[in-house]
């Protein structure tokens, strides 16, 4: 069970951080990630991390702004939003690969969703 929090409303140029708190199923390894769906489109990965955290993946849009960091020993992700734009305006979601190492950038990899947590920026 995935439950993702911190969303909320900021001005552009503001800074969030979004967490993601994993319970249940996390005995073995998992690899993490956010991904995000603004009004109208279709979800989109954001970042992507590893099992150790070692390794992460971003969207281009969001490269040097957005920072992905993760603790298992609290299972909890957590999603740096800084510099934010109207752009980035969208419910973000988490999500879980189990028995996994790397970090995958393909919505269809991940296995388990939070509900999502709503992000608005106004200009």
């Known amino acids: 069970q995935l439950q993702a929090f911190g969303g909320g409303l900021v001005q552009a140029g503001g800074s969030l951080r979004l967490s993601c708190a994993a319970s249940?199923?996390?005995?073995?390894?998992?690899?993490m990630g956010w991904f995000r769906q603004a009004p109208g489109k279709e979800r989109e990965v954001v970042a992507t991390?590893?099992?150790?955290?070692?390794?992460?993946g971003y969207a281009d849009s969001v490269k040097g702004r957005f920072t992905i960091a993760r603790d298992n020993a609290k299972n909890t992700m957590w999603l740096q939003i800084d510099s934010l734009k109207p752009e980035d305006t969208a419910v973000y979601y988490c999500?879980?690969?189990?028995?996994?190492?790397?970090?995958?950038?393909?919505?269809?990899?991940?296995?388990?969703w939070g509900q999502g947590t709503l992000v608005t920026v106004s200009s």
């Open positions: 999500a879980v690969r189990y028995r996994a190492n790397y970090y995958y950038k393909d919505i269809y990899e991940y296995d388990s």
């Open positions: 249940g199923r996390t005995s073995s390894s998992y690899s």
């Open positions: 991390i590893s099992w150790s955290g070692g390794s992460a």
